[in-house]
């Protein structure tokens, strides 16, 4: 019994014991919740039709795209004034603006300067906590 | 302990705390996202101020959650939903006001139980857990998954999200520092320069409990706030206190509930409320008056939810596992201050331990104080427009991404990518909490698995190391079996019901 059980680790190749296992495990799972939800796996197709349809597809692929440009944005920006935060300030003032505008139901201009408002104050009380108190250099 | 008890200590607890009501408050937000937009700002504070105001986000958060389940029918959190049941139909009647105040003084008391069990329980399970070797806290952890599992809406999910969990975990170097060989895994080719040390845990909980939830919201086209004239606070009937006399049963039975639920890894304070709420049905002589706006319901649902603050912190400072998702966040918090949270915690760190039992017993003491004289006004944060609060928790979330590791944008990528991985997570219906949890405890079941294999070199040491090695392998086996059975039950009354 003993010989079936003991198990002898190289330490070179120890990086791998606990991943592979894992790994396995993972597999064996996934194989079960396919064969299990095999029907529902198969209809997949009308689901996802059906959560495209129902999305409101403006708002969740702006909130996605605009994150992306904000998060691209702000190194680049950033390295034109070096380690001052500069590249989040100037980037997350637009990015607040816009997002805001975008989950904005009915777009009024009281609306929109409240929100600009916000875009500016925010990002700018944000940036000197870190900056200043905090002694964090942001983007 | 005095010492560390400064008046800005005070402050943070109360600021905490007034924070947590309002996120908890508004429909979509979480405490969870609470402490996971505010855990930045703990960078400077030092370690016992940083948890001063995290659990009073933690407090106020999960109490928020009952403003909009009484006054909307909408549950401000996940916790609050069994509140709806009975608050909102009060609330109808021209009573939210009675409501709302039944269900601030239940959260208090529900808080201040289990902060007694958390004062009284952890430091005998640290003692106990320190005697435990290698094998046993492998074994603890694998107890942790099964139970996390086993309480999953469906337990092959639960498995599966949970050991995702932990492969995406291992991803990185095996830490020379835990005794491995320093040597990459799971590391596609020409992302080792990105993924060395694998994904951050902050990053990847502040992505799947921050810009996930965003989201969620955005796909329903971000659902329009509420006006003052929605809000049915109502002033018809006063409460009084005599509505609790034949409720101190209700009332401790519920926050045991709420802070057994809340030990259990994992398990969120939606299955608190749920299981408090309808044991108190169960128990009660007029089940039928539940969901009618009965007082009881209130009282049960929300003395469990906050029942649920003590219980997480449980595992958490005795064996380092987190008990739901918002604890999960505050193992961040130690890790930003170079501390571990395990068996020995508590032993080392005298004075932070008092001071987060005093911070707990302050936040409920300013809930309750808040939340009692001004409850009015926190109903009004329900108005707060959403254009306005997501993109600056947007904001927030990049800030917290960045700062985490004093600056990576890597950890800003990870963000995104978890961010989606959460949405696509609901959508696959795989279960986000034993996913974290297996992320978090992934590389310490590494350690502990590899380790005990190196030290005895056979697999049995995991079946006879020690009686407690047995105790565990019949809880493991019991959780899993109890699991089984309840949802061949519920499948049979399923298919009963036609």
């Known amino acids: 019994m003993d010989s079936l059980t003991s198990i002898t680790i190289d330490f070179e190749r120890s990086h791998l014991v606990f991943p592979r296992i894992v790994g396995v495990v993972l597999f064996d799972l996934l194989v079960a919740i396919l064969i299990r939800d095999r029907r529902r796996i198969a209809g997949a197709g009308t689901y996802w039709r059906d959560v495209m349809a129902e999305m409101d597809k403006v708002r969740f692929f702006g909130t996605l795209g605009l994150t992306l440009l904000y998060f691209s944005l702000m190194v680049p920006v950033g390295n034109i004034w070096p380690n001052t935060g500069r590249g989040f300030l100037f980037c997350s003032m637009p990015f607040v603006m816009a997002i805001g505008l975008l989950y904005m139901h009915e777009r009024t201009v009281r609306k929109a300067v409240a929100l600009a408002v916000v875009a500016v104050v925010g990002p700018v009380f944000v940036w000197w906590l870190f900056t200043y108190p905090f002694f964090l250099t942001l983007p | ?498």
Not at chain 2, 371 to 397: D, G, N, Q, S, W
């Open chain 2, 1 to 498: 302990m005095f010492e560390l008890i400064s008046p800005l200590f005070l402050s943070l607890v109360v600021g905490g705390t007034f924070i947590g009501i309002v996120f908890g408050a508004i429909p979509g937000m979480t405490a969870t996202m609470a402490v996971a937009v505010c855990l930045p700002i703990t960078y400077s504070l030092g370690l016992e101020n940083g948890l001063a105001l995290l659990l009073g986000l933690y407090v106020g958060g999960i109490s928020g959650g009952l403003v909009p389940a009484i006054l909307l029918g909408i549950p401000g959190t996940p916790s609050s939903i069994t509140t709806t049941f009975d608050g909102f139909p009060l609330a109808q009647r021209g009573e939210g006001e009675k409501a709302l105040r039944i269900g601030i003084v239940a959260s208090f008391v529900g808080g201040l139980i289990s902060l007694l069990v958390l004062w009284l329980f952890a430091p005998a399970l640290a003692d106990f857990a320190i005697k435990f070797s290698y094998v046993e806290k492998f074994l603890i952890i694998l107890f942790a998954l099964t139970v996390m599992a086993a309480l999953s809406r469906d337990m092959l999910i639960g498995i599966f999200s949970g050991v995702l969990g932990i492969f995406i975990a291992l991803i990185g170097t095996y830490d020379i520092s835990d005794g491995g060989n320093g040597r990459y895994r799971l590391i596609p080719p020409g992302t080792e320069y990105w993924l060395d040390s694998g994904f951050s845990l902050l990053p990847v909980l502040i992505g799947l409990f921050g810009l996930a939830a965003i989201l969620e919201q955005a796909e329903r086209g971000v659902p329009k706030g509420h006006s003052k004239e929605d809000l049915k606070v109502g002033g018809k009937s006063t409460f009084s206190f005599s509505i609790f006399r034949g409720q101190t049963l209700n009332l401790i039975r519920s926050s045991g509930i709420g802070t057994f639920v809340g030990i259990l890894p994992g398990v969120g304070g939606s299955a608190a409320s749920i299981l408090a709420y309808s044991n108190a049905k169960t128990f009660s002589k007029k089940p039928e008056a539940f969901g009618k706006g009965e007082p009881s319901g209130i009282i049960a649902s929300e003395s469990g939810n906050n029942g649920l603050t003590g219980g997480a912190l449980v595992p958490l400072l005795s064996l380092g596992i987190p008990g739901d998702s918002t604890t999960a966040l505050l193992i961040g918090a130690f890790t930003l201050q170079g501390i571990q949270v395990g068996p020995l915690f508590i032993g080392n760190n005298p004075d932070t331990w008092n001071a987060m039992i005093f911070a707990m017993l302050v936040a409920n003491i300013a809930m309750l104080m808040m939340m009692y004289v001004a409850i009015r006004y926190f109903a009004l944060v329900v108005t707060v427009p959403k254009h306005i609060l997501f993109p600056v928790i947007l904001m927030m979330c990049v800030i917290g991404a960045y700062t985490i590791n004093y600056g990576i944008m890597f950890d800003v990528w990870t963000l995104l990518i978890f961010g989606i991985a959460g949405w696509v997570f609901v959508k696959l219906r795989l279960e986000v909490a034993p996913f974290i949890i297996g992320f978090i405890l992934g590389p310490s079941a590494e350690v502990y698995f590899v380790k005990s294999l190196e030290s005895f070199g056979t697999l049995g040491i995991f079946f006879t190391k020690s009686w407690i090695a047995m105790v565990l392998w019949v809880l493991i086996i019991g959780s899993v079996a109890g699991s089984v059975l309840l949802s061949r039950r519920q499948a049979a009354r399923d298919r009963a019901a036609g």
